[in-house]
């Protein structure tokens, strides 16, 4: 999100698909520079014709308000994942169909 924030006027992504993402700081102070200033939805919106993202409902890292937050700051299509957990190796997602269907989505509709 923060490259799309600092993209450039007239660069736009033709969209962006995110897995487990956030934008707001979510507990780890590892992470605590990177959101040190409020992230500005309305830039981010800018640099993208569409959001689609996808969430676990029982994430323990990344909770589901997340991808609420992109759904509704950005108007994402949110897909929630039931049982997904973190939708990585340790989850036992060493694919992610879901996440290929929605980028072939968003070059379908161009």
């Known amino acids: 999100m923060r490259y799309l924030e600092f993209l ?3 660069k736009i992504a033709g969209g962006v698909v995110s897995v487990a993402g956030f934008s707001e700081l979510i507990g780890y102070e590892e992470l605590a520079s990177f ?3 409020p992230l500005d939805y309305e830039k981010v919106k800018r640099s993208a014709k569409r959001f689609k993202a996808i969430a676990s409902d029982n994430d323990p890292h990344v909770p589901q308000k997340c991808g609420e937050i992109l759904r509704d700051k950005l108007g994402a ?5 039931k049982s997904g957990k973190h939708l990585n190796t340790e ?3 060493f694919k992610l169909p879901v996440a ?3 980028l072939n989505d968003l070059i379908k509709s161009g």
């Open 8 to 10: 450039g006027d007239g």
């Open 35 to 37: 959101f040190a200033a």
């Open 77 to 81: 299509e949110l897909t929630i994942i």
């Open 91 to 93: 989850a036992g997602f």
């Open 100 to 102: 290929l269907e929605k």
